[in-house]
């Protein structure tokens, strides 16, 4: 997969996928990044990239004869992405789709937001990490992506972990342990020890959907649901 990043701060990329898995996956060539730095499309001197809102309002918006020039010179295929508060949001099958691109634009605005004009224009697909603001999309590009790339082939060691993690198939993931055996005076669950792969297995579900309808009702109600399709 090839990635784009379209931002004023490249010098913050790769930041944490440079490291553990998403990082091995970048040195073997599973994944591949470029950072372009948006100010290089600047008309001025100065690199300005943005400018007063109009009808007057708070912070600045991002220029779009800026960004657009940005967007010509190195978009030409697959997905263009804004992130933004107002998208669609980050779920895990969301993720699946995005894998199995071939490439991924992605804009990382600032300031009060982008020209809505921008938008319009190159149909950009906007997404959602969480209902809540942060500084700039940069870190919410590297939270997508985190969960993006761990999905392509090779970059986990072991693919079956994947079927079992939260959001696979709607249902929070089961409580894990490890040695030693007691610590604390807490044991693990005997079932886990028993070595019965299909009481362990059917003791995850349990697990599973109890935590699941406990703690994200929402989802327990999705996981119904596709069982009565």
Known sequence: MKVKILTIFPEIFPGFLGYS??????KEGIWSLD??????YAFD???????????????MVMRPDVLGAAIKANYHHGRLIYMSPRGRQLTQS????????????????RFEGIDQRVL?????????????ILTGGEQGAQIMLDAVIRLLPGVLGNSESLGDESFENSLLEHPQYT??????????????????HAKIA?????????????????????????KRV
Do not use: F
């Open 21 to 26: 898995l998403t990082g091995k996956a970048l």
């Open 35 to 40: 950072a372009i730095n948006i100010r290089d």
């Open 45 to 59: 001197k100065h690199g300005s990239v943005d400018d007063t809102h109009c009808g007057g309002g708070a912070g």
């Open 94 to 109: 969301y993720a699946h789709e995005l894998s199995r691109e071939k490439e991924l634009t992605i804009i990382c605005g």
């Open 120 to 132: 319009d224009a190159y149909n950009v697909e906007e997404v959602s990490i969480g209902d809540y």
């Open 179 to 196: 040695r030693p055996i007691c610590w604390e005076g807490r044991e693990v669950p005997e079932v886990l020890l028993s070595g019965h």
């Open 202 to 226: 059917e003791w995850r579900k349990a697990q599973s959907l109890e935590i699941t309808e406990k703690r994200r009702p929402d989802l327990m109600k999705k996981y119904l649901d596709s």
